[in-house]
Nanobody
Framework: QVQLVESGGGLVQPGGSLRLSCAASGNTATIYVMGWYRQAPGKQRELVASITTSGTTNYADSVKGRFTMSRDNAKNTYLQMNSLKPEDTAVYYC?????????WGQGTQVTVSS
């Protein structure tokens, strides 16, 4: 079992920055990919960024050049979000895949507004 807890969301003005954190616990050695997803009101959940155990990252086109995903040796992951736009407003979820299991954190709200 793997548990995920996100933190770091909040209200920020357009052009500002936030750093999200995802703390993983449990059998983290089995995780082979972690990701950040987001879901805005009335929209489907979408992939924002992902990182594999080898460190390979992948980003949605809408965040390339603005967001950076990283991880530490404990399988905790981070999402540095710069140059935030109102359209980045959403609940952000951490995700981990291990075996055939897909597990999610509880989500953290990010609101970009003046």
């Amino acid at each position: 079992q793997v548990q995920l807890v996100e933190s770091g969301g909040g209200l920020v003005q357009p052009g500002g920055s936030l750093r999200l954190s995802c703390a993983a616990s449990g059998n983290t050695a089995t995780i082979y990919v972690m990701g950040w997803y987001r879901q805005a009101p009335g929209k489907q959940r979408e992939l924002v960024a992902s990182i594999t155990t080898s460190g390979t990252t992948n980003y949605a086109d809408s965040v390339k050049g603005r967001f950076t995903m990283s991880r530490d040796n404990a399988k905790n992951t981070y999402l540095q979000m710069n140059s935030l736009k109102p359209e980045d407003t959403a609940v952000y979820y951490c995700n981990a895949k291990y075996g055939f299991i897909n597990t999610w954190g509880q989500g953290t709200q990010v609101t970009v507004s003046s």
